[in-house]
């Protein structure tokens, strides 16, 4: 079992760059063929990534929607050619930030070298 700060990792990467890409603004981003790819493939494979976090995990960070992300996922990988920007967009702007924020809790909480050596 691959170890789940690999995939809060690669969710806190992906959200980096998204909002990298995104920091252009929406019709500069909405214009760029590559980069509009881009941000569905990072918004694909973190969603991806979030689906592989254990549900122990995922009880800690309850104002996380956990099963809205993977139908959000499913919408990307399935329906690719009637992606709504209005809803990428609104994820962008309202939904990518506080999974971030809980990401990083959750990578710090689950590093070793932060562990109490007490223990």
Not at 30 to 47: C, G, I
Not at 85 to 108: G, Y
Request: hydrophobic share 40%; proline share 4%; net charge negative.
């Amino acid at each position: 079992m691959t170890d789940e700060r690999v995939y809060l990792t690669y969710i806190l990467d992906s959200i980096s760059n998204i909002q990298d890409l995104a920091a252009q603004g929406r019709t500069a981003l909405e214009a760029a063929k590559h980069d509009r790819a881009a941000v569905l493939y990072y918004l694909h494979t973190l969603a991806e990534a979030t689906q592989r976090l254990s549900e122990t995990m995922k009880a800690c960070y309850p104002h996380i929607p956990w099963i809205a992300i993977g139908g959000f996922r499913n919408r990307l990988v399935h329906g690719y050619l009637d992606v709504n920007w209005n809803v990428i967009w609104d994820v962008i702007d309202h939904n990518l930030q506080p999974l971030k924020e809980a990401m990083s809790t959750a990578l710090e909480s689950n590093n070793p070298s932060s562990a109490d050596p007490s223990e």
